[in-house]
């Protein structure tokens, strides 16, 4: 199960503080220009209006969001907020430039147990992840009619089972870059990849 934020629970994948920013710069390390999206979980009556189940089953625990253990749990952003006061919020994340971070832990304990995140996500078949496993692998993978396609492998430091670890990903549609980092460090540095270029976000896991 993947847990996001707070505290750790023993048989889950959890989430705990999501924040999604837009920017209208391409270069990596320009500061956002607006935050879209800021999620710590604290309000359960929220969630269903802020969150969309796309596989598996989510739930909210003492300020974390997590899933029950499966093979696939996917839980995606439902809305996502124009930086023109004026405009409707859309389904669809429309940014050509973005940055997510997300704080989460991996309770898993083998090299096939990942939490990480979606991006592009068209649905629960269809999809761009970056995950990571307890043992300090991290894959950017494409999944197609549910195939997974790894576009890059890297390791990282910093997780671990029930280790808590900031994930922050920066997507550059122009360019077509992915670039992400654990805890401050570099994982994935301007990755190219394209296709899928709308889509929603969310938090994935497989195997927890």
Known sequence: MLRLFARALIASAFVSAITLFASTASAQ?????????????????EIPIRWQTAAGSWSVTSGTYGNTPGATSIAAVQEYPSLEP?????????????DYRVRMRNPGTSS????????????????????????????IRR??????IVLAASSYLGGGTGVWFDVEMHRDENRGITSVSVNGIAVFLEREHRDFEDGRVGVIAHGV
């Not at 220009?33 to 309000?43: G, I, K, R, V």
């Open 29 to 45: 390390f320009f500061p956002p220009t607006a935050t879209l999206f800021a999620e710590d979980f604290s309000n359960p009556a």
């Open 112 to 139: 096939s147990h990942f939490v990480g995140l979606v991006y592009h996500l068209q649905d629960a078949a269809n999809y761009f992840e970056v995950v990571f496993s307890p043992v300090g692998s991290a894959f």
């Open 86 to 98: 004026s405009e409707s919020p859309t389904s669809e994340l429309l940014y050509d430039v973005f």
């Open 143 to 148: 999944v197609t009619n549910g195939v997974p």
